[in-house]
Nanobody, 120 residues
């Protein structure tokens, strides 16, 4: 019943910026943490940034100072502003959220992923 839909990926040059968005929809009673993960070819999925329902944030060391996560609770949406992008940021980015669904209870939900490619 719950869906996460990402948007905003694309191809950019090193040093440029992108903004990812992820909107949650469905029979949602409450959204707890929301976050972004990424997975590069041949590598494990890793946490990029996370924001709690109280807006406490957590970032991977590799993106601190360059990426900013934020959320709009009225829109059930989480954003990832990515500045000063580097080729090593190239990956599929996934949105994740812990959601209390009216019928399924509390669980972790994932988006379908959006490709971010940074050329040098």
């Amino acid at each position: 019943q719950v869906q996460l839909v990402e948007s905003g990926g694309g191809l950019v040059q090193a040093g440029e910026s992108l903004r990812l968005s992820c909107a949650a929809s469905g029979t949602i009673l409450r959204i707890y943490t929301m976050g972004w993960y990424r997975q590069a070819p041949g590598k494990q999925r890793e946490l990029v940034a996370q924001v709690t329902s109280g807006t406490t944030t957590n970032y991977a060391d590799s993106v601190k100072g360059r990426f900013t996560i934020s959320r709009d609770n009225a829109k059930n949406t989480v954003y990832l502003q990515m500045n000063s992008l580097k080729p090593e940021d190239t990956a599929v980015y996934f949105c994740q959220a812990k959601i209390w669904d009216r019928t399924a209870g509390i669980g972790d939900y994932w988006g379908q992923g959006t490709q971010v490619t940074v050329s040098s």
